[in-house]
């Protein structure tokens, strides 16, 4: 069982930066697969970033160059940060963890955070 728990979410200005974090509690094996997930109001859950232990790192369209994923070898917590911050970026961020390996579809991931809210606003 794995136990994930989210922080950092904050109200941030148009370009300003912030990091968010997911603290992993379990085992997280080296074949799973970390990501981060956002979701906003009346929008479907959609795919941010996500990592492999090995080290490969992918990034949605929306978010590559200035988001950046990252997580500690002893596999204890992952990190999102987030440079150039625009509204649309306004979303809960949720750190989620597949035992089945890379994907960018909600379904395949077995344990998820609660979400911490970011939302991006002048």
């Known amino acids: 069982q794995v136990e994930l728990k989210e922080s950092g979410g904050d109200l941030v200005q148009p370009g300003r930066s912030l990091k968010v974090s997911c603290t992993i509690n379990?085992?997280?094996?080296?074949?799973?697969?970390l990501a981060w997930f956002r979701q906003a109001p009346g929008k479907e859950r959609e795919f941010v970033a996500g990592?492999?232990?090995?080290?490969?790192?992918y990034y949605s369209d929306s978010v590559k160059g200035r988001f950046t994923i990252s997580a500690d070898s002893a596999r204890t917590a992952a990190h999102l940060q987030m440079n150039s911050l625009i509204p649309e970026d306004t979303a809960v961020y949720y750190c989620?963890?597949?035992?089945?390996?890379?994907?960018?579809?909600?379904?395949?991931?077995?344990?998820w955070g609660q979400g911490t809210q970011v939302t991006v606003s002048s």
């Open positions: 989620a963890l597949s035992r089945t390996g890379y994907s960018r579809i909600p379904k395949d991931f077995h344990y």
């Open positions: 379990g085992r997280a094996y080296s074949s799973s697969f």
């Open positions: 990592l492999r232990w090995s080290g490969n790192k």
